[in-house]
């Protein structure tokens, strides 16, 4: 019966041991949950945020392609304008542009008495 008694504390001993790692470690698993929640929490108090950024991005977005084709728009029209009335300089004084009929005016001979060329 000695023996068997001996066997039996340390398996009583090693049963002790066993339960206090299991209470370890039910002890982190309730730590660890515990931050899983906060972290959900969290998460759950961002995602509004997160929601209102984005919507604010997709109305930059919109808003932006709005002002492209605006900007392009401006741009023919600048285009035309600067067809109408010609570059500066000698290359500008086209019979058709604005830049031209100035020219004309002021390297008249009537005007000025003499031409100015080109």
Do not use: M, Y
Not at 5 to 30: C, P
Request: hydrophobic fraction near 40%; glycine fraction near 14%.
């Amino acid at each position: 019966a000695a023996p068997l008694s001996a066997q039996a504390e340390e398996i009583l001993t090693a049963a002790r041991s066993i339960d206090g790692t299991v209470s370890s470690i039910l002890g982190n698993a309730g730590s660890i949950n515990g931050t899983v929640r906060s972290i959900r929490g969290n998460l759950g108090a961002l995602q509004p945020v997160v929601v209102s950024i984005n919507n604010g991005v997709e109305r930059i977005n919109r808003q932006a392609d709005e002002a492209i084709v605006l900007v392009r728009r401006i741009k023919v029209n600048l285009d035309n304008v600067f067809t109408e009335v010609g570059g500066a300089g000698p290359g500008g004084h086209g019979d058709k542009t604005i830049h031209g009929h100035a020219n004309s005016i002021v390297c008249s001979s009537a005007v000025n008495g003499a031409s100015c060329g080109t």
